[in-house]
């Protein structure tokens, strides 16, 4: 009787090539897309540049003018404040930013440097 | 079945092929879609850097309803503004009573009730002595110690009256001053988090400053991760993170802004009771409860309080708590969920 | 098939079978770290032989007493992914099995992707977005436990046919 209905046949296959192309599909969106490195800098809330640092092969550098004026440095996959007349100097003191996630805020100027993506620790938000 | 017509099964084969057809372009539908990375926006407001990110419908439009109601508290409950209730409260001191916003008197009873449970270590009408430092400010000063003493007679929450059913409040004396700047930016995440809830957006965190607001459950399911600041890093080192479902974080550290004056440095969080930073063993505490402003409020009051006299408090207002000390052990009061990812720490537990 | 009631009496023993499999399924504890939904589907057995050996209709019956059964017992949310789940399966394996003449891997397979894609869309309809995270991973583990019911169904193949023939 079980002829009538075999354990396997060589059209079974089908099936399994689909399944294994929909999970395929699935999965390949799991992938974070971590390849592109872009800076985006604002000031007073407003996107001023955006820079793909993986593309940046000369040092350049950008003077946002204002009340207190800022200086960002982009380099060859990274992006710092360099620069800034404010009296804190947290901007300065944050350092090169290197990962997606990172920002360097300089609040008396309202000016934010930040590399777009998830936050470096894989973390939504940071407190403190 | 010979019964069934030979038409009826010709139908029941067409019927079954365009269901299965539906099933598989349905699922690959949703396997083809794009992972949703959420909507991110920023801005300035309540003298900080604030990151929203949202998921779920018209993310971009109720993002900006946010950022508006964030601005919005602030003109009514800083000090600094002109015109703002509480400019208004200030200046009506020692004279009559001021009517106030609804926002603003719910900020003003939450600081008042912080204030209460904790003897003033957080206190709202520390003004007197706040306004001599300039921390809100870019430069801040060492204060002369004789003004500090004279200001300090002007600090007491007992100064404070609230009429919660004429919507009114009052200072008692000429000189008297209230300061939510340790209040704020808990405050701003909760007017953020009533927007998201109004909208149709399925989830969100707002970060006001060291603050942050969290908003229904990600579209994946999983919990909030929020990274807590390595005091002895950058703006962008973290300790550890704790794994967390909606409510509010904030967080007190010593290291947010401190000048040095001859050798000593001073850092912003003032006790009420002596005008001076408060001299406690820790350099950071992070608060999580129901409630943003009362996170905020409690995180400053703990910090002043120190770990001991913390628990009770903590326990009254149903909030947990993590602690950094200055010899890098970490205490988690209650029951966070907390991941260490530094080798410089150590991570004990205490029981609320 | 020689008498209608005989008929009837064996469809109710197969859906008597399928209830008491789905039950005893529910019964194991859950592994921890699967995603929610993922199911070996032990009853699958059932449904895969009646729509292979007896035709559509019976079939199609049975699904609807088990997404019945589960309309009652576990309220509206599970009733509906589960009569949804069955009956998009059994139509699948009917087809497969009975008219394109697939093998029972494939045919279980394939039944199974259905159900988990059927439930999968209820849920995704009737709550959030947060199921279809782990599509990819229902779909390996929908093809898995189709080949687990395929092999499980060769082995009791033989006699579920000698009772449904002989009545023994």
Same mark, same amino acid.
């Given at each position: 009787?079980?002829?009538?209905?075999?354990?396997?046949?060589?059209?079974?296959?089908?099936?399994?090539?689909?399944?294994?192309?929909?999970?395929?599909?699935?999965?390949?969106?799991?992938?974070?897309?971590?390849?592109?490195?872009?800076?985006?800098?604002?000031?007073?809330?407003?996107?001023?540049?955006?820079?793909?640092?993986?593309?940046?092969?000369?040092?350049?550098?950008?003077?946002?003018?204002?009340?207190?004026?800022?200086?960002?440095?982009?380099?060859?996959?990274?992006?710092?404040?360099?620069?800034?007349?404010?009296?804190?100097?947290?901007?300065?003191?944050? %350092?090169?930013?290197?990962?997606?996630?990172?920002?360097?805020?300089?609040?008396?100027?309202?000016?934010?440097?930040?590399?777009?993506?998830?936050?470096?620790?894989?973390?939504?938000?940071?407190?403190? | 079945?010979?019964?069934?017509?030979?038409?009826?099964?010709?139908?029941?084969?067409?019927?079954?092929?365009?269901? *299965?057809?539906?099933?598989?372009?349905?699922?690959?539908?949703?396997?083809?879609?794009?992972?949703?990375?959420?909507?991110?926006?920023?801005?300035?407001? *309540?003298?900080?850097?604030?990151?929203?990110?949202?998921?779920?419908?018209?993310?971009?439009?109720?993002?900006?309803?946010?950022?508006?109601?964030?601005?919005?508290?602030?003109?009514?409950?800083?000090?600094?503004?002109?015109?703002?209730?509480?400019?208004? !409260?200030?200046?009506?001191?020692?004279?009559?009573?001021?009517?106030?916003?609804?926002?603003?008197?719910? &900020?003003?009873?939450?600081?008042?009730?912080?204030?209460?449970?904790?003897?003033?270590?957080?206190?709202?009408?520390?003004?007197?002595?706040?306004?001599?430092?300039?921390?809100?400010?870019?430069?801040?000063?060492?204060?002369?110690?004789?003004?500090?003493?004279? $200001?300090?007679?002007?600090? %007491?929450?007992?100064?404070?009256?609230?009429?919660?059913?004429?919507?009114?409040?009052?200072?008692?004396?000429?000189?008297?001053?209230?300061?939510?700047? +340790?209040?704020?930016?808990?405050?701003?995440?909760?007017?953020?988090?009533?927007?998201?809830?109004?909208?149709?957006?399925?989830?969100?965190?707002? =970060?006001?400053?060291?603050?942050?607001?969290?908003?229904?459950?990600?579209?994946?399911?999983?919990?909030? !991760?929020?990274?807590?600041?390595?005091?002895?890093?950058?703006?962008?080192?973290?300790? %550890?993170?704790?794994?967390?479902?909606?409510?509010?974080?904030?967080?007190?550290?010593?290291?947010?802004?401190?000048?040095?004056?001859?050798?000593?440095?001073?850092?912003?969080?003032?006790?009420?009771?002596?005008?001076?930073?408060?001299?406690?063993?820790?350099?950071?505490?992070?608060?999580?409860?129901?409630?943003?402003?009362?996170?905020?409020?409690?995180?400053?009051?703990?910090?002043?309080?120190?770990?001991?006299?913390?628990?009770?408090?903590?326990?009254?207002?149903?909030?947990? =708590?993590?602690?950094?000390?200055?010899?890098?052990?970490?205490?988690?009061?209650?029951?966070?969920?907390?991941?260490?990812?530094?080798?410089?720490?150590?991570?004990?537990?205490?029981?609320? | 098939?020689?008498?209608?009631?005989?008929?009837?009496?064996?469809?109710?023993?197969?859906?008597?079978?399928?209830?008491?499999?789905?039950?005893?399924?529910?019964?194991?504890?859950?592994?921890? %770290?699967?995603?929610?939904?993922?199911?070996?589907?032990?009853?699958?057995?059932?449904?895969?032989?009646?729509?292979?050996?007896?035709?559509?209709?019976?079939?199609?019956?049975?699904?609807?007493?088990?997404?019945?059964? $589960?309309?009652?017992?576990?309220?509206?949310? =599970?009733?509906?992914?589960?009569?949804?789940?069955? &009956?998009?399966?059994?139509?699948?394996?009917?087809?497969?099995?009975?008219?394109?003449?697939?093998?029972? *891997?494939?045919?279980?397979?394939?039944?199974?992707?259905?159900?988990?894609?059927?439930?999968?869309?209820?849920?995704?309809?009737?709550?959030?977005?947060?199921?279809?995270?782990?599509?990819?991973? !229902?779909?390996?583990? +929908?093809?898995?436990?189709?080949?687990?019911?395929?092999?499980?169904?060769?082995?009791?193949?033989?006699?579920?046919?000698?009772?449904?023939?002989?009545?023994?």
């Amino acid at each position: 009787m079980s002829g009538r209905f075999p354990l396997f046949r060589k059209r079974d296959l089908l099936v399994f090539l689909v399944a294994f192309l929909l999970a395929a599909a699935g999965f390949w969106r799991w992938i974070p897309s971590d390849d592109a490195l872009i800076a985006v800098v604002e000031q007073n809330g407003e996107v001023v540049k955006r820079v793909d640092l993986e593309r940046v092969t000369e040092p350049e550098t950008l003077t946002l003018e204002g009340d207190v004026t800022v200086t960002v440095l982009f380099e060859p996959g990274q992006v710092s404040i360099t620069n800034s007349d404010c009296p804190d100097q947290v901007c300065v003191r944050t %350092g090169v930013l290197t990962r997606s996630g990172q920002s360097a805020v300089c609040l008396p100027a309202r000016v934010a440097v930040r590399i777009e993506g998830e936050n470096a620790s894989g973390a939504d938000g940071m407190t403190g | 079945m010979g019964q069934f017509a030979a038409g009826f099964k010709k139908w029941m084969v067409i019927a079954a092929g365009l269901a *299965m057809l539906l099933v598989v372009l349905l699922v690959s539908q949703f396997l083809i879609f794009e992972k949703d990375e959420g909507y991110q926006a920023t801005a300035f407001a *309540m003298g900080s850097y604030v990151q929203q990110t949202l998921y779920g419908t018209d993310a971009e439009e109720v993002s900006s309803d946010a950022a508006h109601a964030v601005t919005e508290l602030e003109q009514l409950i800083s000090w600094r503004v002109d015109g703002s209730d509480i400019a208004a !409260l200030n200046q009506a001191a020692g004279e009559e009573a001021v009517q106030l916003d609804v926002r603003t008197m719910d &900020v003003l009873s939450r600081a008042l009730s912080v204030a209460q449970a904790t003897n003033g270590a957080y206190d709202p009408t520390v003004l007197p002595v706040s306004s001599l430092w300039n921390f809100d400010t870019d430069e801040p000063m060492l204060p002369d110690q004789v003004d500090l003493l004279d $200001s300090l007679e002007n600090v %007491g929450y007992g100064f404070l009256t609230m009429n919660e059913a004429a919507q009114t409040a009052s200072l008692a004396h000429q000189g008297n001053g209230v300061d939510l700047g +340790g209040i704020g930016k808990g405050a701003a995440c909760d007017a953020a988090v009533e927007v998201y809830r109004a909208s149709d957006v399925d989830a969100a965190i707002v =970060a006001v400053g060291g603050s942050i607001g969290l908003y229904g459950s990600k579209p994946d399911g999983s919990d909030w !991760l929020v990274a807590v600041r390595d005091p002895n890093g950058t703006q962008n080192d973290s300790l %550890g993170v704790l794994a967390l479902q909606d409510g509010f974080v904030s967080t007190s550290g010593s290291y947010e802004k401190t000048f040095t004056v001859d050798g000593q440095t001073y850092h912003h969080l003032l006790d009420p009771n002596t005008g001076y930073p408060a001299q406690s063993d820790l350099v950071s505490v992070t608060v999580v409860c129901e409630n943003g402003a009362l996170s905020d409020a409690l995180a400053t009051a703990c910090f002043v309080l120190g770990l001991e006299d913390s628990l009770p408090v903590l326990r009254a207002f149903d909030a947990e =708590a993590l602690f950094i000390d200055q010899e890098n052990r970490i205490t988690i009061a209650g029951d966070l969920s907390f991941e260490l990812r530094s080798s410089s720490y150590t991570v004990s537990r205490q029981e609320l | 098939m020689k008498s209608s009631a005989r008929f009837v009496a064996f469809t109710g023993i197969l859906a008597a079978l399928s209830l008491i499999l789905s039950m005893l399924e529910n019964l194991l504890p859950p592994v921890p %770290g699967m995603p929610p939904g993922a199911k070996l589907g032990l009853s699958n057995i059932v449904s895969m032989y009646a729509a292979g050996s007896m035709g559509l209709m019976p079939a199609l019956a049975l699904a609807l007493t088990k997404g019945i059964f $589960s309309f009652v017992t576990r309220g509206v949310t =599970a009733g509906l992914m589960s009569t949804s789940g069955a &009956v998009c399966s059994t139509l699948v394996v009917w087809l497969l099995l009975g008219k394109c003449r697939f093998g029972l *891997m494939g045919a279980s397979a394939a039944g199974a992707l259905a159900h988990n894609g059927a439930q999968l869309m209820v849920a995704y309809l009737l709550t959030s977005s947060a199921v279809l995270y782990y599509a990819p991973v !229902l779909v390996l583990l +929908g093809t898995a436990s189709g080949v687990v019911t395929a092999l499980a169904l060769h082995a009791v193949f033989q006699p579920l046919e000698r009772l449904r023939q002989t009545g023994w």
